[in-house]
């Protein structure tokens, strides 16, 4: 799986933004999508993930209530609402693609195989 994330930018807190992970070469309809995000010197952690087929969701802490993680399987997208956007929600946002059946909601960077090259984003006080 290819995945090619889109949307970031700068914007000031309290704004809305967002992502597009557009996912090509999928063999079947099961798998998952979940989002990261990496600043400078600190690990890659995780934001959120959504399965295509039920669409099943699950939330870091820091963004429940703020982001929404949703997918259009028509085309092959998954997407990332980002509202009420902090200073603390810089950094450069990865999606990434686990497939396969899914039982457990995947959450971990080892969990998934596929990973797209990254989107900046940039909040601004």
């Known amino acids: 799986v290819q995945l090619q994330a889109s949307g970031g930018g700068l914007v000031q807190a309290g704004d809305s933004l967002r992502l597009s992970c557009a996912a090509s070469?999928?063999?079947?309809?099961?798998?998952?999508v979940g989002w990261f995000r990496q600043v400078p010197g600190k690990e890659r952690e995780f934001v959120a993930t959504?399965?295509?087929?039920?669409?099943?969701?699950y939330y870091a802490d820091s963004v429940k209530g703020r982001f929404t993680i949703s997918r259009d399987n028509a085309k092959n997208t998954v997407y990332l609402q980002m509202n009420n956007l902090r200073p603390e929600d810089t950094a450069i946002y990865y999606c990434?693609?686990?497939?396969?059946?899914?039982?457990?909601?995947?959450?971990?960077?080892?969990?998934?195989?596929?990973w797209g090259q990254g989107t900046l984003v940039t909040v601004s006080s």
């Open positions: 959504i399965t295509w087929i039920s669409g099943r969701t």
């Open positions: 070469g999928r063999t079947s309809g099961g798998g998952a």
């Open positions: 990434a693609a686990k497939r396969g059946l899914i039982t457990t909601l995947p959450n971990l960077r080892s969990d998934f195989g596929s």
